[in-house]
């Protein structure tokens, strides 16, 4: 199946400062990318949609300008946490769908841990 | 209420019992629905689409009953290596995949 990766896996920060992580889709162009993070024990939830060269669409209760994310190309999206608090710890997933199948491949997932 | 509800279980049973998973949904305008399965702090990954006729891959059976907003996941002659959480997952008006809180499955020998 298709490959997508995250990078980093994990990230220990400090309380206030912004993290990025990125999600590329490695062996397909992805038109749409979308964001979810897990609370322990938790389902996923979907945070945001991203399309290539638009604006994220985020779910309600996300809150745009603290998560911000850039859809650049095909094949790249970020999500930036900005000044981070404990209550962001979460693992957080990115998801990729192909133009040409229905299917979402997810990245490894990164593990944020906010001091 | 949840749009994808599940029983979180968890299920505790022995090597090579039948195990079920119940999920409903509570969009009915829902087109699309599938089965994940997620190891402990890993990545969702599919396991199998849910087709109106119902489907079988191997050892698991995955029904759709539309009229009634219910997808079963049957799982036979379960292996120490189904142990994880299953999760039910169902597109939704906006072609977005809405998840269910997963059903913990633990198969001991």
């Known amino acids: 199946g298709a490959v997508v990766s995250q990078h980093p896996s994990w990230v220990i920060c400090k309380s206030g400062t912004s993290v990025k992580i990125e999600c590329r889709s490695l062996d397909f162009q992805a038109t749409t990318m979308f964001w979810y993070r897990q609370f322990p024990k938790q389902s996923l939830m979907l945070m945001a949609t991203s399309n290539e060269g638009s604006k994220a669409t985020y779910e309600q209760g996300v809150e745009k300008d603290k998560f911000l994310i850039n859809h650049a190309s095909l094949t790249l999206s970020t999500l930036t946490v900005t000044s981070a608090h404990p209550e962001d710890s979460s693992f957080y997933i990115c998801?990729?769908?192909?133009?040409?199948?229905?299917?979402?491949?997810f990245g490894p997932g990164t593990r944020l841990t906010v001091l | 209420r949840k749009e994808v509800e599940q029983d979180p279980g968890p299920f505790n049973v022995p090597e090579g019992a039948t195990v079920a998973f119940n999920c409903t949904y509570s969009n009915s305008a829902s087109q699309s629905f599938f089965w994940y399965r997620q190891d402990c702090r890993k990545e969702p990954k599919l396991l199998m689409s849910?087709?109106?006729s119902g489907n079988e891959d191997g050892r698991f059976t995955a029904q759709l009953n539309r009229a009634s907003q219910y997808i079963s996941l049957l799982i036979r002659d379960s292996k120490l290596s189904d142990s994880a959480t299953y999760l039910c997952v169902v597109n939704s008006q906006n072609n977005d995949m809405r998840f269910g809180a997963g059903t913990r499955l633990t198969v001991k020998p």
């Open positions: 998801s990729a769908r192909t133009v040409l199948y229905n299917e979402q491949f």
């Open positions: 849910v087709y109106s």
